[in-house]
């Protein structure tokens, strides 16, 4: 039994039975109506989607019916044929009833049963769009509540590392000064064993300094309440300074350090300190993860000087593709563990927090073996 989809509306009944006809071998019903009522009572019945009506019928007008369909049945589309087509029943079939198109009779059996599966086509695309639409505010919905209950539970974290932070600074403080007491031998005199062992405390407490300071800054900035203190500089001169500080590091350890400036670079407000910190962490990490060759510092502007970049290139080891989406993350050290590092994880995404608030981003092109390029682009305004 074919699922009735189709009505028509017509008080002639030899145009009943040729619809008859023509749709019968059709994968769909089709419901036939002398009247009005008859027709509302096959609607209430069936799962109609399109409806046909005739314009000129003795009880009501095609368009009136029509205009009842569309308030009692909005979704089902409407379809007007009539052998009377003038201005006035199109205007009105339009304005009124809202009709999905108009068909003039004579028509054709093949061109009616083409603008039939046409209009049913269109009436469960309609459907179809609406219910992804439904599904699409649901799941809209459970990503809300989703990202509201991680913003809860990143607020409550950043609060308990602020507080942590703030809490172990005070005893690290007192650790640190027993220890330089010991070692300086105001306590007593200790042998080279001890002395070793106490230095080895030491530079752990500092570690874990850099840490607790790197964790207070990191959620100082991504809470909002960092202020940028920009002001307008030259950014060549900033990295020439930060350069020259570099140099003598880089040279200790048989490395070449050099800069590229570019003249044309436009001036540009910026926090000067921040853009410090930025280009030391990046030049520090050049430093440390190269062996041979040396670290190059180059700064760039496009052609309409819209933005500037600022590169930090070196001829070490390289970075595997896979790690590279990582770098930036915090607490993310690439390699072995027993290859890593002295560090806190965490300068790398102070650096992109940093450049981030200045409106920029940071980026990095490496291939195993054949150095990096850690980079970031202001805007200019």
Not at 45 to 52: A, D, G, P
């Amino acid at each position: 039994m074919k699922e009735i989809n189709v009505l028509f509306l017509d008080d002639e009944q030899n145009v009943l039975n040729a619809v008859n006809r023509i749709f019968m071998d059709e994968p769909y019903g089709v419901a036939v109506a002398r009247n009005a009522q008859e027709a509302m009572d096959i609607m209430q019945r069936e799962k109609i989607k399109v409806v046909l009506s005739d314009q000129r019928m003795p009880d009501i007008s095609g368009i009136e019916f029509l205009h009842q369909i569309k308030v009692q049945y909005p979704d089902v589309v409407r379809i007007l044929f009539t052998a009377y087509a003038d201005l006035f029943a199109a205007e009105a079939a339009i304005n009124i009833s809202e009709v999905y198109r108009f068909i003039n009779k004579p028509w054709h059996p093949e061109e009616l049963k083409t603008a039939v599966a046409t209009a049913l086509h269109y009436h469960d695309m309609i459907m179809e769009n609406r219910r992804l639409f439904e599904e699409m505010k649901v799941k809209n919905e459970e990503l809300r509540q989703a990202n509201s209950r991680l913003q809860v539970l990143y607020d409550l974290q950043k609060e308990f590392s602020s507080t942590l932070s703030h809490e172990l600074r005070t005893p690290l403080a007192s650790i640190k000064a027993a220890i330089d007491i010991v070692i300086g031998g105001s306590a007593g005199a200790t042998t080279p064993e001890q002395k070793d062992f106490l230095g080895r405390a030491k530079a752990n407490i500092d570690r874990l300094n850099r840490l607790i300071n790197n964790i207070l800054d990191l959620a100082h900035m991504e809470s909002g309440k960092a202020v940028l203190d920009k002001k307008s500089g030259d950014m060549n001169k900033v990295i020439r300074s930060v350069a020259e500080t570099q140099e003598s590091v880089a040279r200790s350890k048989g490395l070449y350090l050099t800069v590229s400036l570019d003249p044309r670079l436009p001036p540009l407000a910026f926090d000067h300190d921040m853009i410090i910190q930025v280009l030391n962490n990046l030049i520090a990490n050049a430093i440390k993860f190269t062996d041979a060759g040396g670290i190059t510092v180059s700064s760039h502007t496009d052609e309409g000087r819209h933005q500037l970049e600022v590169r930090v290139t070196d001829t070490g080891r390289g970075i595997d593709q896979e790690d590279t989406s990582k770098l930036f993350e915090k607490f993310q050290q690439l390699g072995q563990a027993h290859e890593r590092h002295a560090g806190t994880g965490l300068g790398l995404a102070i650096c992109k927090e940093i450049i981030r608030q200045h409106g920029g981003k940071v980026g990095v092109k490496s291939q195993k073996g054949e150095g990096s390029c850690f980079y970031f682009i202001l805007p200019v305004f």
